[in-house]
């Protein structure tokens, strides 16, 4: 329905995308976990030691029912399950099944976690359950749960819980029937919790076999059934943990006393004849490996067979088909795979699989994923909640004639969420997806006409457009809304002017925007002072732009996201409007720049007119932040460069490197390094507060003192600054020129900030008749957090909440931050 505002109704809702071809809805959100709360002491059945691999010891909880009340069997007694506590023993080094390497990592893991280094542990663990190892998974799922290293988060343990599970992995299936018994990131699932059980103690699980006994006997999840309860305690209580084993053999023998004879030789019969099953495909994740589609087969055919498989609701072998292509880079394939797994439909809903499939397909311009990946960062759902990505993304799916995201983007002007607000551009957006045939954009139209908000105001065109939405809607509210703005704005028109824009209504129908229209409410087809984005010339535009130095991305005339974030970066430079589109400016500064870039290469060679070739202008300091070798800064220590340089080691000569972003409000910028060497991580939890001592790494004044990196420490002054901007932080850590774009790291060496300016001393002795001392200012890491999460950086979080020496801080620091020379 849509929602209402000051005098009339307006559509807030943010427009997923249309579903899979096969018609399916995308996903509104996320279901909310529900949490059973019992009362009374809870009893102890048994517990589980560790005995091989990453078995944690368990102890019971009680279990509640759907209506918050406890549940009891007939004999008044509580039913208990169990919570996992935390990883308490190391991994063994043999891991069945898995490469030595492998092996060592985790047992380095388990170790870490045993000593409470839970950051250490954390990142390996999640380093190995990203490559697919299960017993990380469910270490990184019981990280969550307990708040071990991370903020406490049951939907994520269930997400890595479920991720092991499937790949057979029985502590993690045991630990996900737990989940959904309680309650806990899922919504309460008996059902859905018996089955987990089961699958872990067909598996050959003790412990699950004593629990699932459990749920037989009390008829918990399934039908009461005595024979079999007995019959997985009997199993259990073969286990070689004597815990296990002695909870088991209580139960056989209270159970034996209620059952015949003949009931319970049925039962031991059925315990004869088990024997535990291996996974099958049914009980896995889909692999993530690439397979290759059979020779000879038409990758466009094998598309359309996955379509067709969804629209016959054969979610399985669409997404075989989908994920065979979407591996071998067929956009529209991975945009498909991304609305299943956000839908959930043929594989577990996964936002955050969702997104990686969304940001692969819209590196290659895919309009469809461009918007829903703005609809995840809009929702917060499988990325972290950030408007002003949500608002990039719409954009560029808006500018390529995605209509549902041009009604997002302006949806995102209208309230002004991570741009500023503009009724204007608003209406333009409006107007371009109202024409489309959007149907909620149609309605919002017509509120802005009668309101004036944005166009002038035009009851005329407001008529037409509520005409037009309130016989399109096909909700019957929002229908009915719709029908009452119709009639409340005919009340206040001339019988000519209701003819007149039932006329235009009549007469108005939905029409496609070609790739050539290139601005927001422009009404010719044309591309007015711009040029068409063909693949070959945006082939070209991407050769020159990597010859200047930017990151544009492979020259393949695809118009994705690096290639306009280079376009902008260079339209900066050279004082063009920055918005990251070809136009015949752009084309004429190209040819000043590599004619000038040219020149001086001959020039430096000896060949050519005698020109002096480019020198070092300036320094500045930057620090990785990811293993992908991408390196922040400030935006003005690379500006106005022909070359920006960077040391990809220690003792080894600069080499040129790309501007991937900038973004000159915030004064931060990304540069493409060398991949595979350190990178630092961000303070994860609170932030830091005012008096907390931070230490400040860079290259001050680099050709007047060492060569190495410097360190200076202070401490954190005020948590803004001139102005009371809160993008920056004041330091008081001594900082002198060239330590521009350095890291500014709390006790624990996470970064907390990036350096970015000093006040100028003179200037305010002059004003104020004292000297400042140490007034120093760096952006904030939340500011620099969003500005890496718009640009879809994977970097690193870390907690610190224990303290290192400023010696180890200074050590670490010098492992990842990088000196940056600007050369012209």
Known sequence: MADQESEGPVSRRAAPDAAVPAGAAAPAGVERSRTGGGRGRPRELWRRQVTQLCIPPLVPIERVGRSGRQLRGDAGKRIATYRLLGLVAMLLLAIAGAPPTSAQTLSEAVAAYKRGDYATANRWFRRLAEQGVARAQAALGLMYENGRGVRRNDAEAVRWYRRAAEQGFAAAQSALGVMYAKGRGVPQSDKEAVRWFRRAAEGGDALAQGILGKFYENGVGVPRDPVRAYKWYRLAASSTNAKVRRGAAANLRRLGQRLTPAQIARAQRLARQWRPRKPTARTTRPRARAERLPAGTNASLAFRNAVRAHARGNHAAAYRGFRRLAEQGFAAAQFNLGLMYSSGKGVPQDHAEAAKWYRRASDQGNAGAQNMLGFLYGRGLGVRKNNAAAARWYRRAAEQGHARAQFNLGTMYRRGHGVAKNPVKAARWYRRAAEQGVVQAQNNLGFMYETGSGVPRDRVAALKWYTIAAARFSDSNDRSFAARNRGRVAARL?????????????????????????????????????????????????????????????????????????????????????????????????????????????????????????????????????????????AHVVRGCAEVRVAPAPNVPSRRVAVSARNDPADLALLRGQAGRPSAAFRLGRGVRPAARVLVAGYPLHDLLSAGVNVSTGNVAALAGPGDDHRLIQITAPVQKGNSGGPVLDSAGNVVGVVVSKLNALKVARATGDIPQNVNFAVSAGTARAFLDAEGVAYSTAPSDKPRAPEDVAAAARKFTVLVECWK
């Open 494 to 634: 001339t019988a000519a002017q209701r003819a007149r824009a039932q006329r235009l209504a009549r007469q108005w129908r939905p029409r496609k925007e070609t790739a050539r229209r290139s601005r927001p409410g422009h009404g010719g087809s044309g591309t007015r002072g711009g040029i068409a984005e063909t693949r070959r010339r945006v082939a070209n535009v991407q050769r020159l732009l990597a010859e200047l130095g930017y990151d544009p991305g492979p020259a393949d005339g695809v118009m994705g996201p690096r290639t306009r974030a280079a376009i902008r970066a260079f339209q900066t430079t050279v004082g063009l409007p920055a918005d990251g589109r070809l136009s015949n400016g752009l084309a004429a500064a190209f040819v000043v720049a590599i004619r000038a870039v040219r020149a001086t290469r001959k020039a430096s060679a000896g060949v050519g007119p005698q020109r002096r070739g480019m020198r070092k202008a300036s320094t500045g300091s930057g620090f990785r932040v990811s293993r992908q070798g991408l390196i922040l800064t400030n």
